[in-house]
């Protein structure tokens, strides 16, 4: 079964030397390779990932090579495809050009074969016996039916040959195996979403790439309802229903109507005790006109519901438009009461701040929040940090910055802050701003501080007291405390709108370059003094008397706040939207699937491993036996070939030698 | 292979199964066959059907197994034997005997236990080469003695986990086949088993050494791992592999990547040998490592075994696909590297059909083989993200 070079008839027809070529074994094995080169493209890069996200890593330029070359979903390419039919075809020429042969050999055990043309085989032996070729005959017959051979015997004029072999089955296993592969492929091309993209591609479907609702999309990206092959995704939140599902295809996507509705009654996840989950699960009711009743079942990972040759899988999950109640705090402003806010995940709402109108659009609720922590003996232990939400801030120029809030107090260094990440662009990670609250959890006394910093006539009291008290006994020095009062509000000024960097930055701008550390020294120093007696005041009033000095906590708290407060530039939010409460609603994320090219693929399953197991395990062998007179003694010649495992079938033909030398004696 | 006296006297007639089978064969067997009982008495109520059906199978694969490969009989037995042992030792105590108990904590412990395995793989890989380089048979014996011994404390080192894994918690326990740490124990058990059975076959403990080093290498890494990372801590599953469909499809992959890591490491020996015969016919090398063809047909059927598991793997992996993840084919990273390696090997063994491709060529390609075996089983969980990540659920 191997490709000799060189022993072809000379005249041959063109289709004959394509069969040829096709056939060929080394066509196969640059075919096998080829396809796992081309395979590795599509696990290097991601596939099928929204358009924009390619764009942003390899710019406009690349983006644009890439995506002729197909490689955002490389596996469904013509080019892929071409390899892979290649493939398929040259796999059936092979079948085409063995398997009668082959069939042929199952059935014939070649009692014709000529005395010569054993004696040119590599495994062979000869003996001369003085016994009778008749006894001789029915003693082999034994022996080759005890090594587990089955035979046939020809008697001539002048000779006698037995025939055997073992593993015909083997053969069973070629056909098996590569039958196997073009059954395989061609059952996996009904179930590939290949014919959708060759209608895609002459125009007679279009993909939707609007966020619009299921039922506004037209015509031309909806699929009929009887569609036999299809694999598509829907969101369905707890209490609602859907009868689409949504196929995602290159930059859109298609809808895909189902013959029934699925309602979702429920979505669970269970977790262990560590917190890790442990099952995720959704309760769903089928409504279907065939039916009298509606159809419940629990379907979770690993456990589908298989309803109408439409199987309904547990893929995900995300929110289902959670109802979050906020508190708006104001951070730029002498506000000190926060603005109630109701809003939805996946809605939006118009807000009027300091900066303008601007819209809030809410995208995400999370209830729990697992995440790895360094305990205080360094272990890394699992913990939650509750609710969050994630919401984009939209200003009226349409930039937007991305938010992500917890709603519960989480604690560093035994002291407890709210954290609310803020990034640019989804590609980076968030950074958090800690505002710093009181031992009961609450943020009021940061808010009281930091409005008191917008409080210009209150600041300039402070400002007034403080450098009256610094120049008390001082006469004639009006002019410079006047001064210093003034610098006091102008650096107040910077730093509640800009922080520490705004100061440096106005420093840099406006000092000559070798006084600037000495400048910025000063100012710390003047600007420390400040907001320490204005945080003092706030203290005042919430009746704590100073004069007892600060405990620690109460010292940590102003770093904190002032740290805070600096960083409120980068923040970039006009407030801090502190989540109040929240009705929790999660939606189920179903994958629902027909594939009927699946029967055809598992056939092709079975075949593939019963033809490899066939091929490997089943040892194929041929022994012949010839009998003849050599002058009133009897001449044995045994040959044998065997396929594959030739080591041991050399051992397996030794041994039967030694056995018949045993009987009959050494050989000739 | 000479043939005994009484072989040549022996009827012709081939004596039935049962004749040929010995009394260690029938006690094994009926062994075998009596902890299955035992556990389905004692767990029966907690299995579904699948699950009983894999206790059913394994019981009869592991029944033919020892009498196909006798040693296996005595190995089984002796891991048997000390994983009842230290689960006795856990008795009422739970996770705390672990610490406490003077077996559990020095011997048997699944940490200690594969601590043990670990310092017996390197040793027995030095006593591979010290017997290869010196000649000395009794030092490769204790070679292979080492190796056993490795594989029976790997093997009882996971089964204590699995018992261990229910200490924790009735839910968080499962079969320790679950993540890298647990696959990669498994992965130097079925090497090493695979190698002592060719050991046993072609008489040869030359290859000893070259097969450990792998191994070895993948102790290595389970140190690190495990110290580095602490990647010893049994986890609960994550709801993606609960299922039934992991038990089997997990160990046929790793009896896969265990066959094509042996080729590679004798496609090594194969060209060192070659190598040698050319340049220094006389050598060392030349005279101890077996014949070519030998080295050859090692080659073959330890590709020709890892190409069969690895296709069973592979088609239970799309099946367990079609039931998790509503496909049986997504065309995700570690499924396409599956199907990359399988494709590899295909080409391989097409190659050994073809003249012109044997000998050199195909050495070399079992042991680039490794690298992509490699990358498949390390690499795609390492560098490339996929739903074998199971970021999504
Ligand atoms: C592309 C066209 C292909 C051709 C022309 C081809 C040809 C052959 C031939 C002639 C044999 C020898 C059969 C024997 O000696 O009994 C063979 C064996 C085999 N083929 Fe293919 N084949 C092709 C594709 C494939 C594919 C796609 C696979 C899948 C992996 C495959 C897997 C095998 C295996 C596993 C063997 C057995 C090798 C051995 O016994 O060592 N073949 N093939």
Not at chain 1, 574 to 597: E, H, S
Not at chain 2, 146 to 172: F, H, K, N, P, Q
Not at chain 2, 209 to 220: D, K, P, R, Y
Request: glycine content about 8%; aromatic content about 14%; overall charge neutral.
């Amino acid at each position: 079964m191997t490709d000799t070079p060189g022993t072809r008839p000379a005249p041959v027809s063109r289709g004959r030397i394509l069969l040829e070529f096709l056939g060929s074994m080394n066509l196969a094995i640059t075919l096998l390779v080829a396809v796992a080169v081309a395979s590795v493209i599509g696990t290097v890069l991601q596939q099928n990932q929204p358009y924009q996200d390619y764009l942003i890593k390899f710019g406009p330029f690349w983006f644009e090579v890439f995506g002729k070359l197909g490689l955002y979903d490389v596996y469904s390419t013509a080019w892929f495809l071409f390899i892979l039919g290649f493939l398929v075809v040259s796999t059936s020429v092979c079948i085409y050009r063995n398997v009668p042969t082959m069939l042929h050999d199952m059935r014939s055990y070649r009692l014709g074969v000529q005395r010569k043309s054993l004696q040119a085989f590599h495994l062979k032996r000869e003996w001369i016996s003085e016994r009778e070729p008749q006894a001789l005959e029915e003693w082999l017959a034994r022996l080759l039916k005890s090594a587990g051979y089955r035979f046939r015997s020809r008697r001539d004029d002048d000779h006698r040959v037995l025939a055997a072999r073992r593993g015909a089955w083997s053969r069973l296993g070629y056909l098996f195996t590569h039958a196997a592969i073009v059954i395989i492929c061609i059952g996996a091309l009904f179930d590939g979403n290949i014919p959708l993209k060759l209608r895609v591609a002459s125009g007679d479907l279009k993909v939707e790439t609007r966020d619009i609702p299921a039922s506004e999309v037209p015509a031309v990206s909806r699929l009929p309802v009887d569609n036999p092959s299809f694999r598509g995704s829907v969101r369905i939140a707890e209490g609602s229903s859907a009868n689409v599902v949504f196929l995602q295809l290159g930059e859109g996507y298609l809808v895909q109507p189902l013959p029934f509705r699925i309602e979702v009654k429920d979505f669970r996840i269970e977790h262990y005790a560590t917190g890790q989950p442990r099952s995720f699960e959704s309760d769903i009711v089928i409504h279907d006109p065939q039916r009298d009743q509606p159809l419940e079942a629990t379907i979770s990972v690993n456990h589908p519901l298989v309803y109408r040759g439409y199987a309904i899988y547990q893929a995900s999950f995300s929110d289902g438009g959670t109802g979050l109640t906020l508190d708006a705090w104001l951070l730029r402003g002498t506000s000190t009461e926060p603005m109630r806010i109701q809003g939805r995940v996946f809605e939006s709402v118009e807000v009027q701040t300091p900066d303008g109108p601007m819209t809030l659009e809410f995208t995400d609720f999370r209830l729990f929040n697992i995440n790895p922590v360094k305990g205080p003996d360094g272990r890394v232990e699992q913990k939650n940090f509750g609710p969050n939400f994630t919401f984009k801030l939209r200003d009226a120029t349409g930039q937007a910055r991305e938010y992500q809030n917890y709603m519960l107090p989480v604690e560093f260094d035994g002291r407890p802050y709210f954290l609310s990440g803020v990034r640019e662009s989804p590609a980076e990670p968030f950074r958090y701003l800690h505002i710093p609250l009181t031992a009961d959890g609450d943020i009021r006394r940061f808010q009281r501080f930091n409005a008191l910093l917008w409080d210009d006539r209150r600041v300039e009291a402070v400002a007034r007291r403080t450098t009256a008290a610094a120049f008390a006994g001082r006469e004639g020095q009006a002019a410079v405390g006047e001064e210093v009062v003034q610098s006091m509000m102008r650096l107040v000024g910077h730093f509640r709108s800009d922080g520490f960097d705004g100061i440096a930055e106005q420093v840099r701008l406006t000092v000559p370059e070798d006084k600037q550390a000495e400048v910025i020294t000063a100012y710390m120093k003047v600007l420390q003094a400040i907001l320490g007696e204005l945080y003092l005041h706030v203290l005042e009033d919430e009746g704590i008397s100073p004069d007892k000095g600060l405990d620690e906590a109460e010292e940590r708290f102003f770093d904190d706040a002032v740290n805070a407060i600096s960083a409120l530039k980068a923040y970039g939010s006009p407030f801090y939207l502190q989540l109040k409460d929240y009705d929790f609603v999660q939606a189920t994320g179903l994958q629902i699937a027909r594939a009927p090219g699946k029967n055809v693929v598992y056939l092709g399953f079975g075949l593939l491993i019963a033809g490899v197991f066939l091929m490997f395990y089943v040892p194929y062998r041929r022994l012949w036996i010839w009998i003849d007179r050599d002058g009133g003694r009897t001449r044995l010649l045994m040959a044998g070939s065997g396929s594959r495992h030739q080591q041991d079938f050399e051992t397996e033909f030794d041994r039967l030698a030694e056995r018949i030398e045993a009987q009959i004696g050494p050989r000739a | 292979m000479s043939v005994t006296h009484q072989d040549m006297l022996q009827d012709l007639e081939p004596a039935p199964l049962w004749k040929r089978l010995g009394w260690f064969d029938w006690l094994w067997a009926a062994a075998v066959a009596a902890g299955a009982a035992w556990a389905w008495r004692l767990y029966g109520g907690l299995m579904d059907d699948y699950e009983v059906a894999i206790l059913a199978a394994s019981s009869a694969g592991l029944i033919t197994l020892g009498v196909l490969w006798k040693p296996m009989r005595a190995f089984t037995l002796v891991v048997a034997g000390l994983s009842l042992f230290a689960i006795s030792r856990y008795g009422d105590a739970g996770q705390a005997a672990a610490d406490s108990d003077f077996f559990l904590r020095f011997l048997l412990s699944s940490q200690s236990a594969i601590m043990w395995m670990s310092a017996l793989y390197v040793m027995a890989t030095v006593a591979y080469f010290g017997a290869l380089f010196s000649g000395s048979a009794f030092t490769g014996k204790v070679a292979s003695a080492l190796t056993w011994s490795a594989a029976a404390m790997g093997l009882s080192g996971l089964m204590v986990r699995w018992y261990e894994s229910y200490l924790i918690g009735a839910d968080v326990g499962h079969i320790p086949v679950s993540n890298l740490y647990e696959v990669f124990i498994l992965f130097c058990l079925l090497t090493s088993l695979i190698y002592l059975y060719y050991e046993g076959r072609y008489r040869t403990r030359a290859l000893g050494g070259f097969v450990l080093l792998v191994v070895s290498a993948a102790v290595g890494f389970l140190l690190w791992y495990s110290f580095g990372r602490g990647a010893h801590e049994i986890q609960p599953l994550v709801p993606a592999l609960q299922s039934y469909w992991m038990k089997i499809h997990v160990p046929a992959n790793f009896i896969g990547y265990g066959a094509f890591a042996l080729a590679a490491m004798v496609g090594c020996a194969w060209l060192l040998k070659a190598r040698a015969e050319r340049r220094n016919p006389g050598g060392l090398l030349a005279r101890r490592l077996p014949a070519l063809e030998l080295l050859d047909d090692v080659m073959y059927k330890a590709i020709a075994l890892g190409f069969a598991f690895f296709t069973v793997a592979t088609i239970l992996g799309a099946l367990w696909a079609a039931e998790a993840w509503g496909g049986y084919w997504s065309w995700d990273p570690k499924e396409t590297w599956a199907l990359i390696v399988w494709l590899n090997y295909a080409a391989w063994l097409h190659m050994r059909l073809t003249k012109g491709l044997r000998g050199a060529p195909l050495a070399w390609w079992a042991v680039v083989g490794l690298f992509v075996t490699l990358f498949a089983f390390l690499g795609v969980n390492m560098f490339l993200s996929g739903l074998h990540s199971y970021g999504e659920l």
